[in-house]
């Protein structure tokens, strides 16, 4: 492992809510100059699910997205928090969105969404031997449910439909351990 170039002098709070934090780091900079850095510090986990049937379909979530602007279409996902079980936040999130209940869970993927200016991490899990049951929205979803072929969401991804940088990679890792392939 190499070292931390990086010293911290002070660590300045900025703004601080439910979801997330953010400071402002006076720091000595790996060339041995003074500078600052911000930092936004994630209170819950990313959870990232792509539930699989026996006839290899999933499910994507459409909604509008506040900072974005824009509609996007992503894997069912949301915060589960830092002193509860990754596999039971995910099990809840996948339940919330989709009403799916899964018997079967493969976590795939462990991943920093935007690991220069955040210290968010995310999981990403398979979930099979799907049993439907009803959603659960919270106040803040307007959600859209569509249920469709994976090799479709998986083609999605290539043509640039889905941006979403955790249902990109946790999609493309899941298409490579279910060995399937786009025709580019």
Do not use: C
């Not at 999933?58 to 509860?84: C, D, H, S, V």
């Not at 969404?113 to 959603?135: H, I, K, R």
């Amino acid at each position: 492992m190499e070292q931390n170039p990086w010293k911290t002098n002070k660590i300045n709070p900025i703004y601080e809510n439910p979801w997330i934090k953010v400071e402002q780091h006076d720091v000595i900079n790996p060339a041995g100059n003074e500078g600052i850095y911000g930092k936004v510090h994630f209170k819950n986990r990313a959870m990232g699910i792509i539930p699989i049937d026996k006839d290899m379909n999933t499910w994507l979530i459409g909604q509008f997205r506040y900072t974005l602007k824009e509609y996007a279409w992503e894997i069912p996902m949301g915060g589960g928090p830092m002193n509860e079980d990754k596999l039971e936040s995910a099990k809840r999130e996948l339940k919330e969105e989709t009403g799916l209940i899964a018997e079967k869970w493969t976590e795939i993927m462990k991943i920093h969404t935007s690991n220069s200016v955040t210290d968010e991490v995310g999981f990403v899990y398979l979930a099979e031997d799907l049993t439907q049951g009803d959603t659960e929205f919270e106040e803040t979803e307007v959600l859209k449910i569509k249920k469709l072929p994976f090799i479709e969401v998986l083609e999605m991804v290539m043509n640039g439909e889905i941006t979403d940088g955790i249902s990109i990679a946790g999609i493309l890792k899941a298409a490579r351990i279910l060995k399937l392939e786009y025709d580019y």
